[in-house]
């Protein structure tokens, strides 16, 4: 069930518009601080820079940023083709990211506008990828127990991309941090784009803007950054889609 909308924080004050040019200013500012979420989650398949969107909006926007802790002893061994890897690494990563959001919202960090990396129910979609029947009745009961506990966000930005794009950018982050792990392949990738938008398709528990990134600038420059604030402003009920070209 969809958390209720919490009305929006005061702004703070901005500069005092005494000239045009100043006015002009001013109003930029004023337009890209007010948005009516407090807790805006990103997601989408690996590698389009869904850390770096946070970062970027909670700057822009003064919030607070929460990033998934990502570090996972099972997962270079699931990409290895380990057996039994896939539901080790997946229990794994559940359990810390409803630990993190359990922390947050005991401290009322979501009492202020907060934007993070990942949505808790992503851990839902790899689950239905990678696990057999078996392990999946297993670790289905256990996430209907945790989500229970976990905050739900006002708003989800999920980032769409093709399978291409998204095995490009994997090599090149590898060889940009030089990365040794084993990267997925694009059978896996397909299968977990495949998945990730059947979920998306079906998703309607929140407001949802999805961002096709085949065209977006994945630095996230200030001008995307520009044009995903607009877009998020726009959001009311529902599913928006946003396609720049």
């Not at 570090?71 to 270079?76: D, E, I």
């Not at 990396?117 to 078996?134: G, K, P, V, W």
């Not at 392949?185 to 803007?209: G, Q």
Request: charged residues 25%; glycine residues 6%.
């Amino acid at each position: 069930m969809a958390a209720e909308r919490s009305s929006p924080r005061n702004l703070p004050q901005g500069p005092r518009p005494n000239t045009q040019q100043s006015r002009g200013a001013y109003l930029v500012w004023y337009l890209f601080r007010r948005v009516e979420f407090r807790y805006l989650a990103i997601d989408g398949p690996p590698g389009l820079g869904k850390t770096a969107l946070a970062q970027r909006l909670a700057a822009r926007l003064d919030a607070t940023v929460v990033l998934d802790e990502g570090t996972n002893p099972f997962l270079a061994e699931f990409y290895g083709g380990r057996s039994g890897a896939g539901f080790q690494a997946q229990l794994f990563f559940t359990l810390a990211r409803h630990r993190q959001l359990q922390r947050l919202r005991q401290g009322d960090l979501f009492a202020a506008t907060t934007i993070c990396d990942y949505m808790f129910e992503r851990d839902r979609i790899y689950a239905y990828t990678n696990l057999d029947d078996n392990e999946l009745y297993i670790y289905q009961r256990l996430f209907d127990l945790v989500s229970r506990e976990v905050p739900v966000p006002d708003l989800v930005v999920y980032l769409q991309a093709p399978v291409d794009l998204l095995k490009r950018l994997l090599r090149e982050r590898a060889r940009r941090e030089e990365d040794e792990t084993a990267l997925p392949s694009e059978t896996y990738l397909a299968e977990l784009s495949e998945a990730y938008n059947h979920f998306f398709f079906h998703y309607t528990a929140t407001p949802l803007l999805v961002i096709e990134t085949s065209h977006v600038d994945l630095g996230w420059g200030d001008e995307t950054i520009d044009d995903v604030l607009r877009q998020i402003r726009q959001m009311g009920k529902g599913t928006q889609y946003y396609v720049p070209r």
